[in-house]
């Protein structure tokens, strides 16, 4: 790598730091971000026990966010690892989870390539991370590899801005994100499939209680075993 290219990477890498740690404290008014209503509670824990496996399960929570899904797979009773680039994310996340008086192994560092060193996993989650990546096919080769034989990936992903996203969410400075907005359920399926045994797609954009409100884009979850 020349150093141009490192000086590039390391400018997009605190931009995007930043980006995320402003948005941290407002993160959860979102009501899929939050959960705090309880049918949207309840519909996410419904479909995150149909998709991974039986708890107890070593699941790494990529892009954890302020916790929310991290505090669910604890209550199931799951060991879980979550990683997230903004430190003020992961400080939400480790509060929710003390707050309610459950583990959780929470670190600061980059979901696409989380340093978790010679761990392995059972399961690994992404929800709404890979449109935010600079790039998103290697984090699902890094994702792929942390898991056992016999795992499960489960990807919650979408196209729920399009036509309306910068080339750069990051801003002046940041490279473009190759897939901003999102991906349509058929671009996954094909950037995953070579690096799984087998997978299944299930559409979620009439399932309104997910997302505290009707929606009209697409949003759906690829399940996949490696």
């Not at 399960?57 to 892009?63: I, S």
């Not at 190759?178 to 954009?205: C, F, K, Q």
Request: proline fraction near 8%; include cysteine.
């Amino acid at each position: 790598m020349h150093d141009t290219d490192a000086g590039t990477d390391a400018d997009t890498h605190t931009a995007i730091t930043t980006y995320w740690d402003n948005v941290a404290p407002v993160f959860d008014e979102e009501p899929d971000h939050g959960l705090r209503a309880p049918e949207t509670r309840a519909a996410w824990a419904r479909l995150l026990r149909s998709w991974l496996p039986p708890e107890p399960a070593d699941v790494l929570d990529v892009g954890c966010g302020t916790g929310s899904l991290a505090l669910l797979l604890a209550e199931f009773g799951h060991r879980v690892t979550g990683v997230d680039l903004a430190p003020r994310m992961v400080a939400a996340a480790r509060a929710k989870l003390a707050a309610a008086g459950l583990a959780a192994r929470f670190l600061v560092g980059d979901a696409a390539a989380p340093a978790t060193g010679d761990l392995r996993f059972d399961a690994v989650l992404c929800r709404h991370l890979l449109w935010t990546l600079p790039d998103p096919d290697a984090a699902l080769r890094a994702w792929t590899s942390l898991l056992r034989p016999g795992g499960t990936l489960v990807l919650v992903e979408g196209r729920w801005c399009r036509g309306g996203q910068p080339d750069s969410l990051y801003g002046a400075g940041a490279e473009p994100l190759p897939w901003a907005g999102g991906i349509p359920a058929a671009g996954l399926e094909a950037a995953v499939r070579p690096l799984v045994s087998d997978l299944r797609v299930t559409h979620l954009s009439a399932a309104s209680a997910l997302w505290g409100r009707p929606v009209t884009d697409e949003r759906y979850a690829l399940v996949a075993t490696v």
